[in-house]
């Protein structure tokens, strides 16, 4: 028996290192990569703030109004995407709010709020300065608060006052859930 011995080439040890080499970097890099997205991703958040909140219902006429103060406490800009009372969702065209520049501040938001308001004139905040309310949707950049007014939400009634309901505010992955007694005005 005769055994030949062939010589095999393979890789050598230098393209091998360099592999080696080359395989670790793009690793870290994806790693590095992963890391920076999720850090980016909790670094923006939405969060929002709800408070002073009111509901008046009128017994002469049967008419409901809801108050409350938002605050955008998150790092970046919002939009309330719903508002819901007694899991009644209301249409953006029943909400009234003023301008978070004008009426945003701290002693508009932390003084009660009145139940009278008229869309069209106005609401005399506790600035006493009267505060134009316009209709539809609510938008607010970092820190910025205002006030806002829902007509007939939640089909409130005067058989409904001395009960507490839910309201829900919700701006994008952020919700404010809140009991609100119905007060007759």
Not at 54 to 77: D, L, R
Request: proline share 4%; glycine share 10%; aromatic share 6%.
């Amino acid at each position: 028996m005769n055994f030949q011995v062939k010589k095999r080439r393979g890789i050598g040890n230098v393209i091998t290192t360099l592999i080696i080499l080359i395989a670790s970097v793009v690793l870290g890099a994806g790693v590095i990569f992963f890391g920076g997205s999720m850090f980016q991703t909790n670094t923006q958040s939405e969060s929002i703030k709800v408070s002073n909140t009111h509901i008046w219902v009128n017994s002469a006429n049967g008419s409901s109004v809801t108050a409350f103060a938002i605050q955008n406490t998150g790092s970046k800009a919002i939009t309330i995407n719903s508002i819901s009372l007694r899991g009644l969702p209301l249409a953006n065209s029943n909400w009234y709010s003023c301008a978070p520049a004008n009426c945003g501040t701290s002693t508009n938001v932390n003084t009660d709020l009145p139940p009278n308001y008229n869309p069209g004139v106005g609401v005399v905040l506790g600035d006493l300065a009267s505060h134009p309310m316009t209709s539809g949707p609510i938008s607010l950049n970092q820190g910025q608060a205002t006030i806002a007014y829902l007509k007939g939400a939640g089909n409130i009634a005067p058989i409904d006052a001395g009960n507490t309901y839910s309201l829900q505010v919700q701006a994008g992955q952020s919700t404010a859930v809140l009991q609100v007694q119905v007060i007759t005005k």
